[in-house]
Each structure stands twice: as C-alpha cells, then as structure tokens.
C-alpha cells in the first residue's frame, strides 16, 4: 500500500538534484532511497543527514554520488520533511510509526518506487562507491537472487543493498509479526553478497560529531 500524499514532502520547484543517468548500462532501471530516517542517537539525537560537511549537508553528498547511478531518488526521512525536500527529490516517511529502522525505511522504498529495483544507502556515508549500484546489480541478472548485499572483507554491510520490489509483501509480513532486525529478515531469503575490497573505505560513516570533524580534514574514519 502506497503512502498517503498528504504526508509526502514534495521537491521544491526551485530546486536542483544532480540528473540521474547511467554511469554504465544497467538491465533495469532502479530506485534509489537515501535511509535518513533514524534518530541519530549516536550523534546527540541530530538529524544526521542534514549535518554539514564541509558546507554541504551529508545527505546531499549522498546524493551526489547515488544520483547519477539510479532512474529515481527518494529520500526516506521521519523529521523536518520540508527541509530534506529541498535536495531536490521525494521525500518519504515510514509507514510504521516509532522509528522501527532500516527495515522500514527499505519497506517505504519498496511501496513507493517505480522502479522494480530498489537500492538502499544511508546518509551518513557520503563516500559510498560511485559503482556500487552497478557491481549489486550483476548478480540480480539470475532471477532467482532476491537481494544484493555490499561487503567489505568478511563484514556485510547490509543497509548497502539492491532488492527487488516483489519482496514488498514478504517485508510487510516480517514487519506486522514483531521483526525488525535486518539479518533476520535477509536470512529468510536468497541473498548474495558483493565484495568490495577494493573500495572498503568508500563505506566508512559518520556516527559522531568527532568523526564528522575527521572527515571534515581529511583524517581516517573508523570502519564499521
């Protein structure tokens, strides 16, 4: 079920996001969904994604880099709306209420894509790799795979993913019965995941104000 419109914040008319077009041919077009509905309980209870980096809030950086990699940008976000609308894209709140996690917000980009392909990234990882989309959605050519999931050594990194927007239904039951942790959801399905050795700190985030500021000059981040 879609979102009510009501509670959708639109793009401004003025506003301006980098044209999405594709870095290398992709098989289907895809959704892109920046996850910027959490509490930022880490960072002192801030909205991460509107925290400034060097001048520009993280979630535009994200953007910057997911846009041209993806046929549509969303913005999953639960506060300040208006504000995250003004990046230039749809803005779209949980459909369960509470904050419930990445699971929810993968669920409003699954109900709200027009895509068949829904790619997922936080926004608080403004470095993600500019192939990340492409190199996920190698493995989605055999229909049979479900889901694509980042990993950097033997560390996934699974808010870094690319599902398919038949999931959608199966998502809702694991979401109305109690689930919210996302590996316990993505063991109930055919799930590969994609090495990104080569590009381990391009997932680097900012959890702190400390590391905000070690980004800001240049220093190393702490891997996740």
Not at 7 to 33: E, M, Q
Not at 96 to 113: I, Q, T
Not at 145 to 171: E, I, K, M, S
Not at 173 to 182: E, H, V, Y
Request: proline letters at 8%.
């Amino acid at each position: 079920m879609r979102g009510s419109s009501k509670n959708v914040a639109r793009p401004s008319a003025a506003s301006s996001v980098p044209r999405p077009s594709a870095l290398a041919p992709r098989p289907w077009p895809v959704t892109g969904v920046i996850l910027a509905g959490g509490l930022g309980r880490r960072m002192g209870g801030v909205d991460k994604g509107l925290q400034l980096l060097n001048g520009r809030p993280m979630a535009a950086r994200v953007l910057t880099r997911l846009a041209p990699q993806v046929d549509e940008v969303l913005i999953n976000a639960n506060q300040n709306l208006e504000r995250y609308a003004l990046l230039g894209c749809r803005v779209v709140p949980d459909q369960l209420g509470g904050f419930a996690g990445p699971l929810a917000g993968l669920h409003c980009g699954l109900s709200e894509a027009r895509n068949d392909l829904v790619a997922t990234v936080p926004c608080d990882s403004p470095f993600l790799p500019e192939d990340l989309v492409a190199r996920l959605a190698a493995p989605l050519q055999d229909a049979h795979v479900d889901l694509a999931v980042a990993r950097t050594g033997t560390q996934p990194h699974p808010v870094f993913c690319l599902a398919r927007r038949r999931l959608l239904p199966h998502l809702s039951a694991f979401l109305q019965s109690g689930g919210r942790k996302i590996d316990a959801w993505y063991a109930t399905l055919k799930v590969v995941e994609v090495a990104f050795d080569d590009e381990a700190a391009a997932f680097s985030n900012i959890n702190s104000a400390e590391e905000l500021r070690a980004a800001e000059t240049g220093q190393r981040l702490p891997e996740e």
